[in-house]
């Protein structure tokens, strides 16, 4: 309110001080403008709220800014699949010989929680999603559009849970050789195109797609793969995505992976048997 004051707006702009799921309302809106966009855009589950305020506050034909959001996975080139493996080791190593250590000197044997140790560092190490800036030099092929939303008619419940198949091509060689990739990464954009009614004259994009220049402050999260896939196996990646809440924190998601590996032939995906079908479950904190 004093920002509006001393810019000489206070006969123009109306600050109301509320959450939107309390907020009153003498008339219906023309635009609603949020930032809501979390990790992988989903994360935090901010869109609930905006969906009550268009719901009850946006007139017929009226703009949401942004207007639309995709979603995108790609394979990227990664050492840090390798490292997470080796520093998972390394802390199972490290319990073992405090295992031994209390056992001897103690007399107290701890190991009946090892299994529940090694699953802490399971998820912690190995199954949990990181913030990374992807150079695009990373990527080892072209991303796939997982989901378009459009914000004006989305549903909390399309919003809550997504289910959707993608297929990747792989490059099967680098600049230092075959392809080897070490993470999915997944990023989102969104557009500022107004509404069907009210078109923007200008179409502006945010993307979070790796950049040459560094990552927005989103970023992208990268789900590493232990071990790595080769390309060599063949460099088709036919597969299921799977995102959902987590039952205790509904701003967190899981996200399941599950996929085929092979190659092309008369138009058709072939599988490669010897590898059969891969998944993994990932932590988006």
Same mark, same amino acid.
């Given at each position: 309110?004093?920002?509006?004051?001393?810019?000489?707006?206070?006969?123009?702009?109306?600050?109301?001080?509320? *959450?939107?799921?309390?907020?009153?309302? $003498?008339?219906? +809106? &023309? %635009?609603?403008? @949020?930032?809501?966009? =979390?990790?992988?855009?989903?994360?935090?589950?901010?869109?609930?709220?905006?969906?009550?305020?268009?719901?009850?506050?946006?007139?017929?034909?009226?703009?949401?800014?942004?207007?639309?959001?995709?979603?995108?996975?790609?394979?990227?080139?990664?050492?840090?699949?390798?490292?997470?493996?080796?520093?998972?080791?390394?802390?199972?190593?490290?319990?073992?010989?405090?295992?031994?250590?209390?056992?001897?000197?103690?007399?107290?044997?701890?190991?009946?929680?090892?299994?529940?140790?090694?699953?802490?560092? *399971?998820?912690?190490?190995?199954?949990? $999603?990181?913030? +990374? &800036? %992807?150079?695009? @030099?990373?990527?080892? =092929?072209?991303?796939?559009?997982?989901?378009?939303?459009?914000?004006?008619?989305?549903?909390?419940?399309?919003?809550?849970?997504?289910?959707?198949?993608?297929?990747?091509?792989?490059?099967?060689?680098?600049?230092?050789?075959?392809?080897?990739?070490?993470?999915?990464?997944?990023?989102?954009?969104?557009?500022?195109?107004?509404?069907?009614?009210?078109?923007?004259?200008?179409?502006?994009?945010?993307?979070?797609?790796?950049?040459?220049?560094?990552?927005?402050?989103?970023?992208?999260?990268?789900?590493?793969?232990?071990?790595?896939?080769?390309? $060599?196996?063949?460099?088709?990646?036919?597969?299921?995505?799977?995102?959902?809440?987590?039952?205790?924190?509904?701003?967190?998601?899981?996200?399941?992976?599950?996929?085929?590996?092979?190659?092309?032939?008369?138009?058709?995906?072939?599988?490669?048997?010897?590898?059969?079908?891969?998944?993994?479950?990932?932590?988006?904190?």
């Amino acid at each position: 309110r004093k920002l509006v004051k001393a810019n000489g707006l206070d006969s123009v702009v109306e600050v109301i001080q509320s *959450t939107i799921e309390e907020v009153e309302l $003498s008339e219906k +809106v &023309d %635009v609603i403008i @949020s930032e809501w966009m =979390g990790y992988f855009l989903l994360r935090e589950s901010m869109f609930d709220s905006v969906i009550i305020a268009r719901d009850r506050w946006l007139k017929e034909g009226g703009a949401m800014f942004p207007s639309h959001a995709r979603m995108f996975l790609a394979p990227i080139r990664s050492g840090t699949a390798q490292q997470k493996q080796s520093e998972f080791e390394d802390s199972c190593a490290g319990w073992d010989e405090f295992v031994d250590s209390t056992r001897t000197n103690y007399g107290v044997d701890m190991s009946v929680l090892t299994e529940t140790f090694e699953q802490e560092q *399971t998820d912690f190490f190995l199954n949990t $999603s990181a913030w +990374v &800036d %992807v150079h695009p @030099s990373q990527l080892l =092929g072209a991303p796939c559009v997982l989901k378009e939303y459009d914000l004006h008619t989305v549903t909390l419940e399309e919003m809550k849970d997504l289910d959707t198949n993608f297929n990747l091509r792989v490059l099967e060689a680098g600049p230092t050789g075959p392809s080897e990739f070490g993470a999915f990464c997944g990023w989102f954009d969104v557009s500022f195109n107004g509404s069907a009614a009210n078109p923007t004259e200008t179409k502006v994009e945010l993307t979070t797609a790796p950049d040459a220049n560094g990552a927005t402050h989103w970023g992208q999260q990268a789900f590493f793969l232990s071990p790595t896939i080769k390309a $060599s196996d063949g460099g088709v990646i036919s597969g299921r995505l799977q995102l959902k809440r987590k039952q205790e924190n509904q701003r967190l998601y899981d996200l399941r992976l599950s996929w085929q590996q092979g190659s092309m032939a008369g138009g058709k995906m072939v599988p490669n048997a010897q590898i059969g079908e891969t998944s993994n479950i990932w932590h988006i904190e």
